[in-house]
């Protein structure tokens, strides 16, 4: 299978605000390196660059102000003197809901953010927006007809929404994907988010829509972040209800309860007949994961693959999380590796 991958993510390494302290954030550098390194130790495949695409295309999954925010909130904020990394402090709560964008960029930054936890640093720009074209770049493969292809994005994306960021998150890249085939021609096409936390951005864009399957399967929203979706009960709204699917699983969740909700999911894809799918893969499923608390082996990852591949749709797989830096690689790469039937 082919990777794309492109070294703009290295211009970005953000805070976020944990356990009551700044830090630099999990979601670091050497996430996506290790995965590159497995990648080429492995075989795979074939490393290609990220072409660069318009932005018209990240519009398609957002929106045209939100967009304009990603690529002038840095720019705004040093213009007020401050050379540290911004994050958001201040925030559209139930009763003050409002569709008002604020002036001035720390109102910009809680009104386009669900949490502190997707800091804008003076290379996030370049990094989110060559994110994206990684996934773009992996589509364009599976359109002219790879079965398969592997986006090696970072930052992640399954946490922005339309018009939010949060959770590492900025640029919603399997969204984007999809949009893209949609845009070439497909009629439908299937989201499936395999990382522990709900991909509640994905599931934000495409709640209302027939055209677009979401499947997300994670950890219990009453003990996980992102604590306020991914709820069993929440199936679509609109022309989108039954267009969207949520396994929330318990605590210390293992391969024998995991793959009932995959193999479950997996059905209702493929009784959906999508032209593609795109799998939002995070590997932070893994047993020891820091942030975490499922307990899939490495081998489990091989089996998920597979059985990924069994309903034989051309698949995107989107990097997401994963943090146990050690064990990312492999475990990303089982799961492609399953998927090619090479394990
Ligand atoms: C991103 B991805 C807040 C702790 C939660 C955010 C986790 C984001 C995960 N104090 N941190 O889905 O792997
Ligand atoms: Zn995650």
Redesign the pocket.
Known sequence: MITVFSTAHRLHHGS????GAIKPS??APQRAEIVLDRVQQTGLGQVLPAQEFDRTCYVAAHSERYVRFLETAWSEWAATGKTHHALPLVWPVRDLATDQEPGFIDGKLGFYAM?A?AAITPGTWDAVRGSADVALTAMEQVIDGAKGAFALCRP?G??AAREYMG???YLNNAAIAAERCLSRGAERVAVLDV???HGNGTQNIFYDRPDVFFASIHGDPQVS??YFSGHAHEQGAGAGVGFTANYPLAKGTAWDRYQVALKDGLGRIAAFKPAFLVVSL?V?TFEGDP?SHFKLTSDDFLRMGAMIASIGIPTVFVM????MVDEIGVNAVNTLQGFDGDS
């Open positions: 976020e605000l944990k356990d999990f979601e949490d936890g992640p399954h946490h959770g590492y998150c990382d522990f936390h972040y992102p995070g932070d942030i997401e999380g994963g943090y």
